[in-house]
């Protein structure tokens, strides 16, 4: 068990009480984490096994969600392959088998794309409202990743869609941010907890920085003869979470690890193993 882990150890370990009492005063932008993995120990108990499975799951669950976005992009093989690629990345590894939240905002992201693409193509309101709550848990899980629903929404608005898309995606945002933002006003009081925390190195922001070109790069290299409906989704679910890396983690990256990397993987093996015949 590594530091970051202990702590969330540590913070399951507690009573409700005494944890409500410690997220009014530091790390509130991991409360609902913590809060989970309260309930995994009283049902699991406190176990190293206990405290890594949720990661585990999240992740498979994150590789199925690519799968089904690559098919649903391109074809059935595409998908398969896009979901193993993602499944051997190295960070997904790592943050699959990690006591913390990055996990599970990787599978809320992933997830959260797949239904954005399905409301896009289908435009059923209960899909934006799907979208809407699976963005809206993850950016509870990280506040970060309201990055993913912004970069949604400045691929949008350059892809070939509607307004009638514009205007879904515009009143879906406002209600995941308008949600957040009693969070993020009571983390922002806690920021002294990472002042200590320097930027990142060169190397650091290149491995975020490429996966982000590679999807933009494959979002441009476009089939000429794909129909438009299904240009437009093609053309926002490749750089968007790509370009939700890049603008996260050169924030987070020394300090929170948040497995932007993985945010970006979708689109990226997506993009990679196959284009809609």
């Known amino acids: 068990m590594w530091r970051d882990e202990a ?3 540590d913070m399951a370990r507690r009573s409700l009480p005494e944890l409500l009492d410690t997220l009014a005063t530091v790390d509130a932008v991991h409360g609902l984490y913590y809060l989970l993995m309260h309930g995994v120990f009283a049902v699991f ?7 890594r ?10 590789a199925a969600g690519v799968a089904l976005l690559g098919g649903r992009l391109a074809v059935p093989r595409a998908g398969l392959l896009a979901g193993v690629a993602f499944a051997l990345l190295p960070a997904v590894q790592r943050y699959a088998q990690e006591g913390r939240s990055y996990a599970l905002v990787c599978a809320a992201v992933t997830w959260a794309t797949w239904l954005f693409v399905r409301a896009l193509e289908e435009r059923r309101t ?3 409202a799907g979208y809407g ?3 809206l848990a993850g950016c509870l899980l990280h506040e970060f990743a309201v990055l993913a629903v912004d970069a949604h929404g400045a691929t949008l608005r350059i892809s070939p869609s509607s307004r009638k898309d514009l205007r879904a995606w515009t009143w879906t945002a406002g209600a995941v941010a308008a949600a957040l933002a009693p969070l993020a006003v009571v983390s922002s009081r806690q920021s002294e907890q990472v002042a200590w925390i320097g930027p990142p190195s060169p190397g650091a922001l290149l491995g975020y920085v490429v996966p ?3 999807g933009l790069l494959c979002a441009a290299l476009l089939p000429a003869g794909m129909p438009s409906r299904s240009r437009a989704s093609w053309a926002t679910s490749c750089p968007a979470t790509a370009s939700d890396c890049a603008t996260t983690c050169p924030r987070v990256a020394s300090s929170t690890s948040c497995g932007c990397s993985t945010r970006s993987a979708p689109s990226a093996a997506v993009c990679s193993a196959g284009r809609p015949s």
């Open 126 to 128: 209960r899909l934006w």
């Open 53 to 62: 499975l949720p990661s585990l799951l999240a992740m498979s669950a994150a």
């Open 133 to 135: 709550a699976v963005a």
């Open 45 to 51: 108990g406190d176990s190293l096994y206990a405290l």
């Open 212 to 214: 982000a070109l590679a």
């Open 7 to 9: 702590a969330t150890y």
